[in-house]
């Protein structure tokens, strides 16, 4: 069973920065595809960035320019760094893996933007 445990949320002003860590519990490379999707209050999941195992990257218009995932293999752990973050940037953030035939979710991080 693949687990994937996220960490780095929290309570943040406006236009400050985050670094959210999603670690798994096997190789990164052994899935297709990782990243990040969100949840705030009344709204439907939403994608915020994947990343293929070939580093394809893929971005929600909302988050381009100033989120950033990253990874690194050595510790099998995805990272989302989020820049001039805005209070529509408040939701539970899920680190996502997928293979051909499953997906993985982790247990989701509370990011909040508020003065």
């Known amino acids: 069973q693949v687990q994937l445990v996220e960490s780095g949320g929290g309570l943040v002003q406006p236009g400050g920065s985050l670094r959210l860590s999603c670690a798994a519990s096997?190789?990164?490379?052994?899935?297709?595809?990782m990243g990040w999707y969100r949840q705030a209050p009344g709204k439907q999941r939403e994608l915020v960035v994947t990343?293929?195992?070939?580093?394809?990257?893929n971005y929600a218009d909302s988050v381009k320019g100033r989120f950033t995932i990253s990874r690194d293999n050595a510790k099998n752990t995805v990272y989302l760094e989020m820049n001039s973050l805005k209070p529509e940037d408040t939701a539970v953030y899920y680190c996502?893996?997928?293979?051909?035939?499953?997906?993985?979710w982790g247990q989701g991080t509370q990011v909040t933007v508020s003065s």
């Open positions: 990343i293929t195992r070939s580093g394809i990257t």
């Open positions: 996502y893996s997928g293979t051909v035939t499953m997906n993985y």
């Open positions: 096997r190789s990164i490379f052994s899935f297709n595809v």
